[in-house]
């Protein structure tokens, strides 16, 4: 009898090892190794096999030209003008769509009500055939929480079950259902399989399996999946490279909204982000987050700065707060939210450095005010006026944004779509912007097209921000700023 063969995969990274060991030398998670059955290769190559003309039962590809004629993908719009705007335009049929989030978020919910919402259908198309099938909640749950978001009245196709074998055979039976929603791909399990339900082979490939039927049936199909304690989707990254979506749904149970953003998307842009509100009635679309944000920020308040972002093709303004204060301990403490705290190390080490900022016995606290995570480096001239701001006891103007990158040598870089950040800013009745200059093709300084009502100040030097601030704190008759030259 031939020996099995045998692998042992991490259930938290998907590495594969050829023999265990306690920790996963991928992650350097402990006790994450798992051992599976693989199939024995058969003997021989494919390009020896003499099976057919092509060596692999006949069938051959064909090879064609990059120039051609292509049709734009059919687009199933649901009518939340967030939710289409993350997934770019609407879901795609024969597509796969992965959406990942903390429990509770409220990932079951958004889905419940773009699946009623496609369902009813609207003015301008007719109702779609959908199915939600769950396999972690009863009937019952899953219907209590539709009475609850008012949308119990809609056509919507409900099921449980967690084999993979019977969820296929319902799927194709017609009539064959549009948009097919997995709550969540970790419970499902397939029967060819040894191991257990969420491992990572049985998430590989229960998602195979459902990916081929969504592409052989036409059927836009929408997986759930678990996060890990880092936040990032449970599971193997393998099922991130079958998909073609991956969204992740965000928010700070402290806070009302949520936002959903696009990591990946092959039917449009990705970062994309839809930012709705949590409400009795379920998550509302929101259409204008930069007012939310900003909507509780207190004017001529040191230590805040209004940073204009970029989400996507989106602009967002919103608040970032920095305290900064005399630390007794020998080594001060740098607590950031919302931010990288890397990022922030970095920037503190350019203000001392470069600007004479004496930061090394002072406690830093920087957050991005709403529970919005900022990633781009864009944020870097807004979070050191906050923090200037903070030391010199000068409030930023209520009515000024700020934004731009800031090198290692204390340059102020310019970033991209300025004028898309300069306009959201100006239709907020913003009437100033401290920015990086703006440059054309050619290196020239070029100014941006922007209102009337919107001035604006470059900045191509970090220490010009500084000698602002600590002109403005001497005017004031603040505390102004501790450099080195006044420790010598």
Same mark, same amino acid.
């Given at each position: 009898?031939?020996?099995?063969?045998?692998?042992?995969?991490?259930?938290?990274?998907?590495?594969?090892?050829?023999?265990?060991?306690?920790?996963?030398?991928?992650?350097?998670?402990?006790?994450?190794?798992?051992?599976? %059955?693989?199939?024995?290769?058969?003997?021989?190559?494919?390009?020896?096999?003499?099976? @057919?003309?092509?060596?692999?039962?006949? &069938?051959?590809?064909?090879?064609?030209?990059?120039?051609?004629?292509?049709?734009?993908?059919?687009? /199933?719009?649901?009518?939340?003008?967030?939710?289409?705007?993350?997934?770019?335009?609407? %879901?795609?049929?024969?597509?796969?769509?992965?959406?990942?989030?903390?429990?509770? +978020?409220?990932?079951?919910?958004? %889905?419940?009500?773009?699946?009623?919402?496609?369902?009813?259908?609207?003015?301008?198309?007719?109702?779609?055939?959908?199915?939600?099938?769950?396999?972690?909640?009863?009937?019952?749950?899953?219907? #209590?929480?539709?009475?609850?978001? @008012?949308?119990?009245?809609?056509?919507?196709?409900?099921?449980?079950?967690?084999?993979?074998?019977?969820?296929?055979?319902?799927?194709?039976?017609?009539?064959?259902?549009?948009?097919?929603?997995?709550?969540? +791909?970790?419970? $499902?399990? *397939?029967?060819?399989?040894?191991?257990?339900? @969420?491992?990572?082979?049985?998430?590989?490939?229960? &998602?195979?399996? #459902?990916?081929?039927?969504?592409?052989?049936?036409?059927?836009?199909?929408?997986?759930?999946?678990?996060?890990?304690?880092?936040?990032?989707?449970?599971?193997?990254?393998?099922?991130?490279? *079958?998909?073609?979506?991956?969204?992740?749904?965000?928010?700070?149970?402290?806070?009302?909204?949520?936002?959903?953003?696009?990591?990946?998307?092959?039917?449009?842009?990705?970062?994309?982000?839809?930012?709705?509100?949590?409400?009795?009635?379920?998550?509302?679309?929101?259409?204008?987050?930069?007012?939310?944000?900003?909507?509780?920020?207190?004017?001529?308040?040191?230590?805040?700065?209004?940073?204009?972002? *970029?989400?996507?093709?989106?602009?967002?303004?919103?608040?970032?707060?920095? $305290?900064?204060?005399?630390?007794?301990?020998?080594?001060?403490?740098?607590?950031?939210?919302?931010?990288?705290s890397a990022r922030l190390s970095m920037l503190l080490a350019v203000l001392e450095a470069r600007c004479g900022v004496v930061l090394a016995n002072?406690?830093?606290?920087?957050?991005?005010?709403?529970?919005?995570? +900022?990633?781009?480096?864009?944020?870097?001239?807004?979070?050191?006026?906050?923090?200037?701001?903070?030391?010199?006891?000068?409030?930023?103007?209520? =009515?000024?944004?700020?934004?731009?990158?800031?090198?290692?040598?204390?340059?102020?870089?310019?970033?991209?779509?300025?004028?898309?950040?300069?306009?959201?800013?100006?239709? #907020?009745?913003?009437?100033?912007?401290?920015?990086?200059?703006?440059?054309?093709? =050619?290196?020239?300084?070029?100014?941006?097209?922007?209102?009337?009502?919107?001035?604006?100040?470059?900045?191509?030097?970090?220490?010009?921000?500084? /000698?602002?601030? &600590?002109?403005? =704190?001497?005017?004031? @008759?603040?505390?102004?700023?501790?450099?080195?030259?006044?420790?010598?």
């Amino acid at each position: 009898m031939a020996k099995a063969n045998k692998q042992y995969v991490c259930q938290s990274c998907g590495a594969v090892s050829p023999k265990w060991s306690g920790k996963c030398e991928a992650c350097n998670e402990w006790n994450t190794l798992v051992e599976e %059955l693989i199939e024995k290769p058969r003997p021989g190559s494919l390009a020896g096999s003499s099976r @057919g003309a092509s060596g692999i039962g006949g &069938s051959s590809i064909r090879f064609t030209g990059l120039k051609g004629q292509s049709q734009a993908a059919p687009r /199933m719009v649901s009518g939340n003008k967030e939710f289409d705007r993350v997934t770019g335009g609407g %879901l795609v049929p024969g597509s796969a769509l992965l959406i990942g989030g903390d429990p509770g +978020i409220g990932k079951s919910t958004l %889905l419940l009500q773009i699946c009623a919402a496609l369902a009813v259908g609207n003015a301008e198309r007719d109702g779609l055939a959908c199915a939600y099938i769950s396999g972690e909640e009863a009937v019952e749950q899953v219907r #209590l929480r539709a009475d609850r978001l @008012g949308v119990a009245d809609a056509p919507v196709a409900l099921a449980t079950g967690t084999s993979v074998r019977a969820i296929v055979e319902a799927l194709q039976v017609e009539p064959i259902p549009q948009v097919v929603v997995i709550d969540s +791909i970790q419970t $499902l399990y *397939m029967d060819t399989l040894d191991s257990a339900p @969420g491992t990572v082979s049985q998430v590989r490939a229960a &998602s195979q399996e #459902l990916i081929s039927q969504a592409k052989k049936l036409g059927f836009a199909l929408i997986l759930v999946g678990h996060v890990t304690k880092e936040g990032m989707i449970a599971g193997p990254k393998v099922v991130e490279h *079958m998909v073609d979506a991956v969204l992740y749904f965000e928010g700070d149970r402290g806070h009302q909204f949520r936002l959903l953003r696009a990591i990946k998307n092959r039917f449009g842009p990705a970062a994309e982000i839809g930012v709705f509100e949590m409400a009795e009635a379920g998550l509302q679309e929101v259409a204008n987050p930069s007012a939310l944000f900003l909507a509780e920020r207190q004017e001529d308040v040191s230590g805040a700065a209004v940073f204009a972002g *970029m989400e996507g093709t989106r602009p967002v303004l919103v608040e970032i707060q920095a $305290l900064v204060a005399n630390s007794p301990l020998a080594q001060p403490r740098r607590a950031v939210v919302g931010w990288d705290s890397a990022r922030l190390s970095m920037l503190l080490a350019v203000l001392e450095a470069r600007c004479g900022v004496v930061l090394a016995n002072k406690d830093v606290f920087l957050n991005v005010a709403g529970g919005l995570r +900022i990633t781009e480096p864009a944020a870097d001239l807004a979070v050191a006026a906050a923090v200037l701001s903070s030391i010199t006891d000068v409030p930023v103007p209520a =009515s000024c944004v700020v934004f731009g990158e800031v090198g290692l040598s204390g340059e102020v870089r310019s970033v991209a779509q300025a004028e898309a950040r300069l306009s959201e800013a100006d239709k #907020l009745g913003f009437t100033a912007a401290l920015m990086p200059p703006l440059r054309g093709a =050619s290196g020239k300084a070029v100014k941006p097209k922007v209102a009337k009502g919107l001035k604006t100040y470059p900045f191509a030097q970090l220490m010009d921000l500084v /000698m602002h601030f &600590s002109k403005r =704190s001497t005017q004031r @008759g603040g505390p102004g700023l501790e450099t080195q030259d006044d420790e010598s």
